[in-house]
């Protein structure tokens, strides 16, 4: 049932919302694809692990608001950026950097040609970029990081890129907030000391709860 409840709310923000945002851009975000085995970097997977589906935005942006940060401060870090739908959003906002990490050739292509071809009165981040590459390889950049996961890959991958944060909250006092959407693999970061789980107001985790895309947890890595 709570599969059927979710993809209602991703249909209601899809025709309320999304869809109008979608018109503007050259690979519309919000149609779902699965790549091919042999169109990404790294153990294709299961069929499932290649299955690109965006996040609506409006949960999106109550997300970052409930973290309560200064976006200026901060590196935006998509994993799992398909066609670049949580960049163009998160940029909306003023970023330091947007940056989107991509294992399928042809969506990290087509969410170049979205951010190159995006009406630039709409971007308040105007520094974004998709790497194409394995996600367990990237190694986050410096400064403060705002992290997002829209449940993207394996539990293999999730622990590599996990070791790879945690690596990275020692290398000095740092600022790292993530964002965590679904509850498949959230178990990975919960067993880990090093990621604390943030509290977030009350009202913020209701409207998530109610209106958002599915389970949401929100974590700070290291001591900042």
């Not at 959230?186 to 985790?205: K, T, V």
Request: proline content about 7%; glycine content about 6%; charged content about 20%.
């Amino acid at each position: 049932m709570s599969y059927y409840v979710r993809q209602a709310r991703i249909l209601a923000h899809h025709a309320l919302y999304d869809r109008a945002c979608d018109a503007v851009e050259r690979w519309p975000t919000g149609q779902s694809l699965t790549v091919a085995s042999d169109d990404v970097v790294g153990a294709p997977g299961h069929h499932r692990d290649r299955r690109y589906e965006a996040i609506p935005r409006l949960p999106l942006l109550w997300s970052i608001a409930a973290l309560r940060i200064d976006p200026a401060r901060y590196t935006f870090v998509d994993y799992g950026a398909g066609r670049g739908r949580a960049l163009l959003t998160a940029a909306r906002l003023p970023f330091a950097r947007c940056i989107g990490v991509e294992f399928s050739a042809t969506l990290q292509a087509e969410a170049c040609d979205n951010i190159a071809a995006y009406p630039r009165d709409r971007l308040a981040c105007r520094d974004l970029q998709v790497v194409h590459m394995n996600a367990a390889d990237f190694v986050p950049p410096a400064g403060d990081l705002m992290l997002f996961f829209y449940n993207p890959f394996t539990a293999t991958v999730l622990d590599a890129v996990a070791d790879r944060i945690e690596a990275a909250s020692q290398t000095g006092p740092r600022a790292i907030r993530i964002v965590y959407v679904n509850a498949a693999r959230m178990a990975l970061f919960w067993g880990r000391p090093a990621f604390r789980r943030l509290p977030i107001p009350l009202a913020a985790r209701a409207r998530l709860a109610l209106l958002g895309a599915g389970p949401m947890e929100f974590f700070a890595v290291g001591t900042d």
